[in-house]
């Protein structure tokens, strides 16, 4: 009976440590890839002018989503949004661009590290800012870097990390034993380009494009451009595909949840920087193998980057309200990894709230543009607080919220000798009216302005009192009178403070300035 008994312990103890080590295995990896600058140009969204395997394959085994958006159109507060799960208006500086992270803000990476996974990137993690320091030691707001691995990228402008072979020798180094999450920051299809690379080495047509978005003229300068930003895609898009063959050859695909997207939209006038339709909705798909139902599924519901840091701590079983993280807005997406529908699939994701405040050194006394925003399936609601600023920054340093390109440069050209002014005034003049209102559906360009169409109050009023409603409840400064904080949160670099007075001053010159082309600067100033 003694030897019955202990056997039986025995395997009862067994039974548990089994069971102990089955759970920890079932904890999915994470493959979260992340490109710098892209709107949803993906083959898997119809466009033909961009070619994206790797991307598809994700949608088609997985889920394609059609209403993604970030909160914030700009780097660093995007990814701020990202790694809290909380809005820009809820993250103190880092709503800001070029900034100091706030240490009482915890990320979800450091927390999945505190639960036993590993947490590693390569390329762009948070950033452009200074992350701060644990203990003396740089604070890894995302994990170890791994970046040592070099390549030939295709084009000039590109970047030389081999973002694959950083991804593969971090996995021999991390072997199986433990769950992981892995950053893919791509760098691409940030500028700057090397002008042709499309057509030259993507072998690609200026008829290829079907349009040009009607806030730029088209012509073969503008379509050349496109097709440069679409060779980047493509590039970023290669090293997904070899990551997925060597997830696939050590037979960790099947329990690695894989989420590729961007940081916010296009480099170009009028998207990124601004709070439009090009400017915050993102390309989203993601694929779970083992854990998302019904896969080949395209969800229009709406999802916002804030979504993204309660999905992962709840796949990896770990309590939210227990994770040390501030209070997050955003909803888990494993409601619709579990469904089978596809469409809407859950009624309650119905609207993103969106906004910003200062991007980069482009106004004086360290203004900023302040936007607030809310987006439906149809319709999005932007209100401009201070028309007399200027949204894309001031002419006279050179428009510094507009990354300086062939686009940019066409447009200022045509403004500058009269030939059309319509594409400068769409994307570098000042607001006209407080409120825009737009249906997407119909004009995703933004270019209708239906904020002052009677038939339609009724419908604006409403998408106002709930934009400002959510705002509300999420503690938003600007909603209580005190918007102006924003303004006073320093820069993680001596350069930005003050930078507009400094320029004027001589204390910068033209060559000094990287985000700029040397023409972009208005000679004169503009009223």
Not at 122 to 138: A, L, R, V, Y
Not at 171 to 180: A, F, V
Not at 355 to 382: A, F, T
Request: one cysteine or more; proline letters at 6%; glycine letters at 8%.
């Amino acid at each position: 009976m003694k030897n019955l008994l202990l056997s039986f312990f025995v395997l009862l103890f067994a039974t548990a440590c089994n069971s102990k080590e089955n759970s920890e295995i079932k904890k999915p990896n994470i493959l979260f890839c992340i490109m710098d600058d892209a709107s949803p140009h993906m083959s898997a969204y119809g466009y033909d002018w961009v070619n994206t395997p790797a991307f598809d394959r994700v949608a088609d085994q997985g889920i394609l989503f059609t209403n993604a958006y970030t909160a914030n159109a700009k780097c660093a507060p995007s990814r701020a949004n990202v790694i809290t799960g909380r809005n820009s208006w809820q993250l103190e500086e880092a709503a800001n661009h070029v900034i100091n992270f706030p240490e009482k803000f915890k990320t979800f990476p450091e927390v999945l590290r505190e639960n036993g996974y590993v947490t590693a990137k390569t390329g762009k993690g948070w950033g452009p800012g200074d992350p701060g320091t644990i203990n003396g030691e740089t604070r890894l707001l995302i994990g170890e870097s791994f970046n040592e691995q070099k390549t030939k990228p295709w084009a000039k402008g590109m970047s030389g990390e081999d973002y694959a072979a950083n991804f593969e020798q971090f996995l021999t180094q991390t072997g199986k034993d433990k769950p992981w999450f892995f950053w893919y920051g791509a760098r691409e299809p940030h500028r700057r380009y090397e002008y042709g690379s499309g057509q030259r080495m993507g072998g690609k047509n200026l008829e290829d494009i079907d349009s040009v978005p009607a806030f730029w003229p088209d012509n073969e300068i503008i379509r050349n451009d496109m097709l440069d930003y679409a060779l980047e895609i493509e590039y970023a898009d290669s090293h997904l595909e070899l990551m997925m063959e060597s997830l696939e050859k050590r037979g960790l695909l099947e329990n690695t949840i894989v989420v590729f997207t961007s940081d916010h939209g296009m480099p170009f006038p009028r998207c990124k920087a601004q709070e439009y339709e090009y400017s915050n909705h993102v390309p989203l798909a993601i694929m779970w193998p083992k854990g998302i139902n019904n896969p080949g599924r395209v969800v229009k519901d709406m999802v916002s980057f804030i979504d993204f840091a309660p999905t992962f701590l709840e796949v990896a079983g770990i309590k939210y309200n227990e994770s040390g993280m501030h209070s997050s807005p955003g909803i888990s997406l494993t409601d619709i990894f579990y469904s089978e529908k596809e469409g809407q699939v859950n009624p309650e994701r119905d609207v993103v709230v969106i906004g910003k405040e200062r991007h980069d050194y482009s106004r004086p006394d360290n203004q900023g543009y302040p936007i607030r925003g809310i987006v439906s399936n149809d319709y999005l609601y932007l209100y401009n607080y201070d028309i007399s600023l200027w949204p894309a920054g001031n002419p006279e340093i050179g428009y510094l919220d507009i990354d300086g390109s062939p686009t940019k440069t066409e447009i200022l050209r045509l403004f500058r000798t009269g030939e059309e002014d319509k594409y400068w005034q769409w994307s570098m003049g000042k607001r006209k009216v407080n409120e825009e209102f737009f249906n997407v559906t119909k004009d995703p360009e933004c270019m209708n302005n239906l904020a002052f169409d009677p038939q339609l109050s009724e419908l604006k009023k409403q998408m106002k009192s709930r934009m400002e409603k959510i705002l509300k409840e999420q503690k938003d400064p600007r909603m209580f009178g005190n918007g102006d904080i924003f303004n006073t949160y320093g820069y993680s670099n001596d350069q930005g403070w003050n930078y507009y007075e400094r320029f004027m001053a001589g204390e910068f010159t033209i060559e000094d300035t990287e985000w700029v082309n040397p023409g972009d600067f208005e000679k004169e100033p503009l009223d």
